[in-house]
């Protein structure tokens, strides 16, 4: 059994409305709801969905570039320390001062949301993140050799002497020439440049990368090949991908498993394999009622789907897919389907699936 290399609990993120100036509401943006995954060592995870729907944020929070307003996330970690941890939580109702020290302790220790700041620096190096944009995230003035090794310089991991040798390495491993080293990022085009985010990633020698949408701007010839490239450094170096995208056909090439959100829950999630045969809920047979398939016959009806998506602020009690749903019913008014296996290894959020 591979080792899990992330795991997420319940993740969530509310924002409160601005209303003028620094002035805020009591109403909250509902942008992600108790949010759960887990990643294993050397596989890929894709987080599908339409825009809006809290990948990004999702993605984010395990960065702690956004802060959580809920939620654990345990990386790097044995699930014999975790389990530790979780049987220790159930003292912090007790009114036992030192219990609750020890707990707190060994939650500095486990707990990736409550890690200090020097422990947080030194465990972020090994989580890295390849933005959308492959023009906006590199810096213009930059040669392609600081882009790569800045981190490496900065964390003290390589002297200034080495910097040239490191970046050639890593810009022979995403497959760019040597003489990119002292070009700068307009002198490249839109694929060339995500190679060279790819390679300031891989610099660090991360366990675990996120995969923003790294594809969705390039020409479809070039997604090709940087998603070809994205596989083979897994194989090579070992690395663990959470890959976000909203195109299914992209995420179903790369991924080991899915899990597929809408207005900031996840509402399946399985095996890659399985979910492109026999997708269960309703919204992701709507979005694979998108996907071309070429001789062959979809296991699921087409769905006429209509209604508006509902609104995160006022969060409604039931199902969020109901306004939009050809096969509601009252029940799924009255509260959210939690997500449940329906079958081996394959989970679903949905009362009306069996």
């Not at 600081?146 to 890593?170: P, V």
């Not at 985010?197 to 997604?223: G, K």
């Not at 009690?317 to 939690?338: D, E, H, M, V, W």
Request: aromatic share 10%; proline share 5%; glycine share 4%.
């Amino acid at each position: 059994m591979r080792k899990k290399i992330l795991i997420a609990e319940n993740l969530t993120k509310h924002y409160p409305v601005k209303m003028s100036g620094l002035t805020f509401s009591k109403e909250l943006v509902h942008a992600v709801n108790e949010v759960s995954f887990s990643i294993e060592e050397k596989q890929t995870l894709g987080l599908v969905g339409e825009s809006g729907c809290g990948k990004t944020t999702t993605a984010r929070m395990l960065l702690r570039v956004i802060e959580p307003t809920a939620g654990q996330l345990y990386f790097d970690q044995s699930e014999e320390k975790i389990n530790t941890l979780k049987s220790h939580s159930y003292h912090t109702n007790m009114e036992n001062n030192s219990l609750k020290k020890d707990f707190a302790s060994q939650k500095k220790e486990i707990d990736f949301f409550s890690y200090p700041n020097n422990k947080l620096t030194k465990e972020r190096l090994k989580m890295q993140y390849i933005f959308q944009d492959p023009y906006l995230s590199l810096n213009p003035k930059m040669q392609i050799r600081d882009i790569i090794t800045e981190s490496l310089i900065e964390h003290h991991l390589i002297t200034k002497g080495q910097k040239d040798q490191t970046a050639k390495k890593y810009l022979d491993i995403v497959g760019l020439p040597q003489t990119a080293l002292f070009k700068y990022p307009h002198e490249f085009s839109g694929g060339q440049r995500q190679r060279i985010n790819i390679a300031r990633a891989i610099a660090c020698q991360p366990h675990f990368i996120i995969c923003d949408e790294p594809v969705s701007s390039l020409d479809v010839s070039i997604q090709s090949q940087i998603l070809n490239l994205l596989i083979d450094i897994q194989k090579e170096l070992g690395v663990s991908y959470l890959f976000i995208a909203h195109n299914l056909a992209v995420v179903f090439y790369i991924s080991d498993w899915i899990a597929v959100m809408y207005t900031g829950k996840i509402v399946e999630y399985g095996p890659a394999k399985k979910l492109y045969q026999k997708p269960l809920h309703p919204y992701t047979q709507l979005l694979m009622s998108v996907v071309p398939k070429i001789g062959e016959k979809k296991d699921y009806p087409s769905l006429n789907i209509r209604g508006e998506i509902p609104s995160l602020i006022d969060y409604p009690k039931g199902c969020t897919f109901y306004n939009r749903c050809p096969i509601r019913q009252k029940a799924c008014l009255n509260s959210f389907p939690s997500l449940k296996e329906v079958e081996p290894d394959h989970q679903c959020a949905c009362f009306l699936v069996k």
